[in-house]
Nanobody
Framework: QVQLVESGGGLVQAGGSLRLSCAASGRTFYDMGWFRQAPGKEREFVAAIWWSGGSTYYAASVKGRFTISGVNAKNTVYLQMNSLKAEDTAVYYC??????????????????WGQGTQVTVSS
């Protein structure tokens, strides 16, 4: 059974930092990523990491503030979020792909999802 379990969300003041974690089990994944969804908005791509080579990719809105990292052998991925802004408030979801199909910034390209963790940034 495949499981993706996120942790690390919470309430933080603007300018602060949070670190999200996602532990995956049950399958070997091609890559993993983070998405977020704010109330009334569509789920949007945040960052992704490819296990082969460790390359990373970020949405323009978080580049330079967020860092994705992970441990391939443990199927664990992290999202270090610095200089948080009120507009970063959302439910953050961990996602995983079995193969490089689709487009990595599109939610529908991912095969498995975590339950989500709330991040709230107060201004």
């Amino acid at each position: 059974q495949v499981q993706l379990v996120e942790s690390g969300g919470g309430l933080v003041q603007a300018g602060g930092s949070l670190r999200l974690s996602c532990a995956a089990s049950g399958r070997t994944f091609y890559d993993m990523g983070w998405f977020r969804q704010a109330p009334g908005k569509e789920r949007e791509f945040v960052a992704a990491i490819w296990w082969s080579g460790g390359s990373t990719y970020y949405a323009a809105s978080v580049k330079g503030r967020f860092t994705i990292s992970g441990v391939n052998a443990k199927n664990t991925v992290y999202l270090q979020m610095n200089s948080l802004k009120a507009e970063d408030t959302a439910v953050y979801y961990c996602a995983a792909r079995l193969a490089p199909t689709g487009v990595r910034v599109v939610a529908a390209s991912y095969d498995y999802w975590g339950q989500g963790t709330q991040v709230t940034v107060s201004s």
